[in-house]
């Protein structure tokens, strides 16, 4: 089978990479043995380990090769001949594809190999043009070698738009005159002041710049903003997000933190939309008709190079348009653009800064919305923020695997045990602290620099008063809205930090439920949760059982349930479901899951072990405002159902109950605001944060506000913090009067209710502006 050059790759070709391995090892050995006897002919097998040899510096040379920087030569080819494509499809295309991104044009009669072409041409001219600066900065960098080395060892460099930014005019004279008169104060030479190399001004400053290189460049950009108009029109997000991959990380950068941070929002966009679309569909149920649907679509595509026009396709299209929410989500040419979204759909003074890792650096954009007023005077007003650190993601992903492995151990220890485990918790606290102080403590003495003229300490017109984080999925694990970073700039207070998965999507969320006046900004509260039609789902598998040190008196999730429906503070006692008698059934959480403005669920495990990942995937949820989940808790029966069920389930199921997928879920099915545990909480607490976070919104507090008031419960003694209430939503009093040493004691100033580590428990995904009326009409229904 071996005896011929053909025959050896047929017989490799049926070898996994494993078996390759081996049979190259062993190749190996026998040609070392070989050469001990030259006389001998090759055998079958020298000649197999010959040709493996081959093969694998040649598999060798060509990763290297598109590893490495090609040449001008190369690239230049390569422009040509896209050149000619676009040309040649151009040639059966309407005009306006050429036109500014802006311009409306009929998007059914683009040929989607045409948007392919178009992004490939401009990341191909930009490439060309940025080698073509990186000729002329080598001549410079020369000068000084020592520098450039150090350059080149930062991992996975950034482009050179990324480098330090130039020095301002204004900012260099400012320091020219501070220096002189430290000169005479001192009696020194008023005019020996120190100047630094290279703050010459911008690019355009140097005589021997290419200004071909420039125009070069501006065309190149002109090419990918149009290809990226056309791909998000025609609803391909994996060309989108190919050209806005240039766009946000090599075109701008520090030159325009405008376009810089636009791009990067729609970066963030792009890939979150793409994610959604994969996580939900591998849950969707086969026969689901937008799944059916969807994949009708995409086999149109496959066959035809402009679907867009057949009948077929433009019905299936529009009904997935109007029915599924999923697919509205996913329409984002349908929003303004990043500046008209942040001035229309933002409360003013609102703070939103996106942070994306990409090539082992962490990329940081923000802005300001400016306060309330004249429409053209607050789109002069907005301040834009960009800047780019080196971050290692294996040292990122390293972090998040640990804090994981904390929660999972502080998971078993509650199935013992009624407290956390205060060891683990501060070996938790003490890692994120680790993170904060070494990734976003510098990042943020930026952002006060830029935000707060005059310092968070002195109150300003214009100092930002909310703060919306939008942290990619490499982030996303980590409780950036508890950092005290972050919450100094904003006196403690945690109702003014939120978080979400892109600023479109926020808009998306908000969209439904407030009136748009051009010109103005959102309007805060939210009117969207009606009392009504707020529900309450308990312990769904009527797991709670008082465990033997705990007072007889004391609470169980089913008690808290009767007496929250007793007094109101759930508003639809009917629908509102608990598993004291017997499990809640699937069908029965589809119902709640469809009739109810606000839906509060407690319970041991994952959210959705009681309702299987598939259904809530199916839900439109476009109706629900608010989804409370005080999940995590963990007693023993739990902890064993929880294991039987990860062992039965698909692995996209498993992957669907971590914080981010489940989050994900639900705003792409149409949740405007999620409240999510994402770290195990002890039972006791999580029974208290959920009666004080339902009583708030109840009373018509917003969510965030709802939020701030479960942050800072406290209690008279440390020992009362993991103790349930007892009948009635009292502590006993006998308990009040009792230390944990049998002694009777007097109660000294409060302590907080929740550890640091329950705290960054809580997270708050989506619209926090939202709070409970009493006008039915007050939420729309889409």
């Known amino acids: 089978a071996l005896s011929s050059s053909k025959a050896q790759k047929d017989a490799l070709c049926k070898l996994d990479d494993a078996e390759q391995h081996s049979v190259l090892h062993a190749t190996r050995a026998l040609a070392r043995a070989r050469c001990a006897s030259p006389d001998k002919e090759p055998s079958a097998s020298d000649r197999v380990g010959t040709w493996l040899q081959s093969e694998e510096g040649r598999i060798n040379a060509e990763a290297q090769a598109l590893a490495g920087a090609r040449g001008v030569d190369g690239i ?58 990186r000729r002329q900065q080598r001549q410079q960098q020369q000068q000084n070698q020592q520098q450039n080395q150090r350059q080149h060892q930062r991992p996975g460099r950034p482009g050179p738009k990324w480098d330090l930014p130039p020095v301002d005019p204004c900012e260099l004279r400012g320091m020219e005159v501070a220096e002189r008169c430290s000169n005479v104060v001192n009696g020194r030479e008023a005019g020996g002041i120190f100047v630094a190399s290279g703050t010459s001004g911008t690019r355009n400053a140097d005589p021997d710049y290419d200004e071909a290189a420039i125009a070069s460049e501006e065309t190149a950009k002109s090419i990918l903003c149009n290809a990226l108009s056309l791909a998000l029109k025609v609803g391909k997000l994996p060309l989108a997000k190919r050209a806005l991959q240039t766009l946000a990380l090599d075109a701008y950068g520090f030159e325009c933190p405008v376009s810089a941070f636009e791009f990067l929002i729609l970066l963030q966009s792009t890939d979150v939309c793409m994610q959604a679309v994969n996580t939900v569909l591998d849950l969707l ?50 929003l303004p653009s990043v500046t008209e979204t942040v001035l229309a759909y933002l409360p003013p003074l609102t703070l939103v800064v996106t942070m994306q890792v990409h090539e082992q650096h962490l990329y940081i954009g923000a802005v300001c919305s400016p306060p309330d007023g004249d429409s053209s005077q607050r789109q002069a007003n907005l301040r834009y923020f960009v800047t780019c650190k080196v971050l290692l993601e294996n040292e990122l992903q390293e972090c998040v695997r640990r804090l994981e492995e904390f929660n999972q151990q502080l998971e078993k220890d509650l199935v013992t045990s009624l407290e956390l485990n205060e060891a683990l918790a501060e070996e938790h606290d003490a890692l994120v602290a680790k993170v904060e102080s070494a990734v976003i403590g510098p990042i943020v003495e930026e952002l006060t620099s830029h935000f707060w003229r005059l310092g968070i300490h002195i109150e300003h017109a214009q100092n930002p008063r909310q703060l919306l984080l939008l942290p990619d999925a490499a982030l ?84 808290l349930h009767e007496r929250l429906v007793r007094d109101k503070t759930i508003g639809n006692e009917d629908q509102s479901l608990h598993g004291k008698d017997h499990p809640a059934a699937p069908e029965d959480i589809q119902v709640l899951l469809a009739d109810s403005s606000a839906l509060y669920s407690i319970g041991f495990g994952s959210f959705l072990a009681s ?172």
């Not at 998965?501 to 748009?516: N, P």
């Not at 939503?729 to 040493?741: C, F, K, R, T, V």
Request: proline share 6%.
């Open 76 to 133: 230049e080819g390569s422009v040509a001949s896209l050149s000619n494509a676009v040309v040649l499809l151009g040639l059966q295309l309407p005009e306006p594809w050429q036109c500014e991104a802006d311009v409306s044009f009929d998007s059914t009669s683009i040929p989607y190999c045409a948007v392919q072409a178009l992004v490939e041409l401009g990341r191909h001219q930009l490439e060309l043009s940025m080698e073509q600066q």
């Open 285 to 334: 149920p086969i026969d689901h008709p937008e799944r059916v649907q969807m994949r009708l679509l995409r086999q149109l595509e496959k066959d035809w190079s402009c679907p867009q026009l057949l009948a077929t396709y433009q019905s299936t299209d529009a009904r997935l348009r109007n029915e599924s929410p999923l697919v509205e989500r996913l329409q984002l040419h349908t």
């Open 476 to 559: 996303w694990d980590l409780p950036w809205e508890r950092m005290p970073s972050f919450l100094k700039l904003f006196s403690s207070r945690h109702s003014v930090i939120s978080r979400d998965f892109s600023l479109h999507l926020t808009a998306q969320r908000v969209k439904g439920y407030m009136e748009e006046v051009p010109g103005k900004p959102l309007k805060v509260p939210v009117n969207a949760v009606r009392p009504m039609s707020t529900t309450l789902l308990s312990d769904v598998f009527g797991e709670d059982s008082l465990r033997q040190s705990e007072d007889k008196r004391s609470e169980t999730m089913a008690s």
């Open 611 to 782: 309702i299987d990942a598939g259904r809530f995937a199916s839900q439109d949820l476009r109706h629900l405002a608010l989804l409370g989940l005080f999940h995590r808790a963990m007693n023993d029966s739990a902890f064993r159902r929880q294991a039987k069920i990860r062992a039965s389930i698909p692995p996209q199921h498993v992957a669907a109950r971590t914080s981010y997928s489940l989050s994900l879920i639900a705003a792409f099915r149409g949740v405007a605001c999620t409240l999510v545990a994402v770290a195990p909480v002890p039972t006791a607490i999580n029974m208290r944060c959920l009666e004080v976070f339902a009583r708030e919104v109840k009373e018509g507090k917003t969510i965030s506000q709802a939020l701030e008031k479960v942050l800072t419960q406290t209690t008279p003694r440390q020992t009362l913090r993991y103790m349930r209430m007892a009948e009635g939503g009292m502590l006993p009093e006998d308990a009040m009067q009792i230390s944990s040493d049998g002694q009777a004691t007097e109660d000294g100033p409060p302590v907080d209710l929740l550890p640091l580590h329950t705290k960054a428990a809580y997270s708050i995904v989506g619209v926090p502006w939202l709070e409970s009326s009493n006008d039915t009409s007050a939420a729309k229904k889409k």
